[in-house]
C-alpha cells in the first residue's frame, strides 16, 4: 500500500527557505501513471495546491508562488521535494504531499489527487 | 472573483441527505470540467472521495460507499456532491477542486454538521 511521509524544520525564520521532502514507500516513485504534488493548509483556513512534478518532466506551479517554489524528484531515494524561497509568516501551514493519477485512457494528464501524507507543521517566526 | 465557491456551512440530520455545492465563476462553464470532492476530518489528510464530470465520465474513490455521489447543476453552474444517508461521521470538511488553466484550484471548504 502506497505511503508517503513528509520531513523537514518545523520552523524556518522570514525570509529563509522552506524545504521539505517526501518519502514514497510501498509503490513506485517512477511511474508514467502518476505525478506528485504539494499541498498545503494555513491554520483554520482551505487547502492550496502548491505544485505538481511529473516523473517523465514537466512541473507545474502556483501561478501565486511560482517566483519563490521549486519541486523536484529523486528517484533514486524515492522522494520528493519542495522549496520555497524568501518565505512570511504566511506560509505558515501544514503541509501535504500527495500522489496524483495520470488519466491516460481519457487524455487527463492531472487527475486526481488520490494518496496523500499526513501532513507537517511548518511555523515561520523568528 | 474566487474560481470556485463553497457554502461556508451546511447542517443535516442523521439519515437525510445533503447537497454540498460547488459553483465556477461566471465564464468558466461547469460542463467542461472534472469536479473532484475531498472530505477532511479535523486532524487529518483529506481523502479523495470522487470525481465528476458527468455520468458516463465519473469515478469513486477507492472504498468511498456508493452513499457519496456527484452530479453538476448546469443551470446554477456548479457542480454537486450527494450525501445520503446521513451518518454522525460524515461531519466534516469538504472540499471541490479542478484543474483550471493548468493549475489545482480547490473550492474554499463547507463544514457539514450533522445533528
Known amino acids: 500500500q502506497l505511503q508517503l511521509q513528509e520531513s523537514g524544520p518545523r520552523l524556518v525564520k522570514p525570509s529563509e527557505t522552506l524545504s521539505l521532502t517526501c518519502s514514497v514507500s510501498?509503490?513506485?516513485?517512477?511511474?508514467?501513471?502518476?505525478?506528485w504534488g504539494w499541498i498545503r493548509q494555513p491554520p483554520g483556513k482551505g487547502l492550496e495546491w502548491v505544485a505538481s512534478?511529473?516523473?517523465?518532466?514537466?512541473?507545474f506551479y502556483n501561478p501565486s508562488l511560482k517566483s519563490r517554489v521549486t519541486i523536484s524528484l529523486d528517484t533514486s531515494k524515492s522522494q520528493f521535494s519542495l522549496r520555497l524561497h524568501s518565505v512570511t509568516a504566511a506560509a505558515t501551514a501544514v503541509y501535504y504531499c500527495?500522489?496524483?493519477?495520470?488519466?491516460?485512457?481519457?487524455?487527463?494528464?492531472?487527475?486526481?489527487?488520490?494518496?496523500w501524507g499526513q501532513g507537517t507543521t511548518v511555523i515561520v517566526s523568528s | 472573483q474566487a474560481v470556485l465557491t463553497q457554502p461556508s456551512s451546511l447542517s443535516a440530520s442523521p439519515g437525510a441527505s445533503a447537497s454540498l455545492t460547488c459553483t465556477l465563476r461566471?465564464?468558466?462553464?461547469?460542463?467542461?470540467?472534472?469536479i473532484y470532492w475531498y472530505q477532511q476530518k479535523p486532524g487529518s489528510p483529506p481523502q479523495y472521495l470522487l470525481r465528476?464530470?458527468?455520468?458516463?465520465?465519473?469515478?469513486?474513490g477507492s472504498g468511498v460507499p456508493s452513499r457519496f455521489s456527484g452530479s453538476k447543476d448546469a443551470s446554477a453552474n456548479a457542480g454537486i456532491l450527494l450525501i445520503s444517508g446521513l451518518q454522525s461521521e460524515d461531519e466534516a470538511d469538504y472540499y471541490c477542486?479542478?484543474?483550471?488553466?493548468?493549475?489545482?484550484?480547490f473550492g474554499g471548504g463547507t463544514k457539514l454538521t450533522v445533528l
Open positions: 500527495a500522489r496524483g493519477v495520470i488519466d491516460f485512457s481519457s487524455g487527463y494528464r492531472a487527475d486526481a489527487l488520490d494518496v
Open positions: 510501498g509503490g513506485s516513485i517512477y511511474s508514467d501513471n502518476y505525478y
Open positions: 512534478i511529473y516523473y517523465g518532466g514537466g512541473t
Open positions: 461566471s465564464g468558466i462553464n461547469v460542463g467542461t470540467y472534472r
Open positions: 465528476y464530470k458527468s455520468d458516463s465520465d465519473n469515478q469513486q
Open positions: 477542486m479542478v484543474w483550471h488553466s493548468s493549475a489545482w484550484v
